[in-house]
């Protein structure tokens, strides 16, 4: 399998071009003008909780305040109560990603189901499950990169979920294991910050 990346930069946009075996797979535009927020995680304070709603508003040091609802915020206990007042207090401080950017006059949407991305690898600190890309076919390589997610996770005691990228396939298990423990010193590094 070939794979190029192509990168275009100017003044007013930079664009990212992923292309395997000469069929483009994935295109990013960022415009310097209105560079997006989401996968960006912040420390937020919750400052209004809207039990109506099923959702609260957080402090997050943006432009306004984010909307969470509850459906978006992973319970500790693995409970899955969706109660808004159970889960967030006025005051209280939460860890959160944007998920989608502020429109308008909305602020942007929240979670506190953190996905942490890398070249093979997406950590969820607050998961447990382990997956495979859906774009690798092959059982047998399926297989293969699951053992070698749960075999790191248990030998290194890492805690959090991780899904096998589609770059993932045919990467060898050293290679997979440093990006493993590469994204649990991130996710600490971000609660040690947070």
Not at 4 to 29: D, F, K
Not at 61 to 69: N, Q
Not at 178 to 183: A, Q
Request: charged share 25%; net charge negative; with cysteine.
């Amino acid at each position: 399998m070939s794979e190029e990346i192509l990168i275009n930069v100017t003044p007013p946009e930079t664009r990212v071009a992923l292309i395997e075996n000469g069929i483009v797979q994935e295109v990013l535009i960022e415009r310097s003008s209105n560079r997006g927020l989401v996968g960006n995680i912040y420390k937020g304070k919750v400052c209004r909780v809207l039990p109506g709603m099923q959702a609260a508003f957080v402090e997050a040091g943006l432009a306004r305040a984010a909307f969470l609802h509850a459906a978006d915020i992973s319970s500790v206990n693995g409970d899955k109560s969706t109660d808004i007042t159970q889960l967030v207090r006025e005051g209280s401080y939460v860890v959160v990603q944007v998920v989608k950017d502020p429109l308008g006059s909305k602020g942007a949407r929240l979670t506190t189901n953190i996905s942490i991305p890398s070249r093979y690898l997406v950590f969820m600190p607050n998961s447990t499950a382990t997956g495979i890309s859906q774009k690798i076919e092959d059982e047998e390589e399926r297989q293969r990169l699951k053992a070698i997610l749960q075999e790191v996770s248990e030998e290194c005691g890492l805690k959090g979920g991780f899904i096998a990228r589609t770059a993932a396939e045919g990467i060898d298990a050293e290679e997979l294991r440093s990006d493993m423990l590469f994204l649990q010193r991130l996710w600490q590094s971000i609660q040690e910050k947070a």
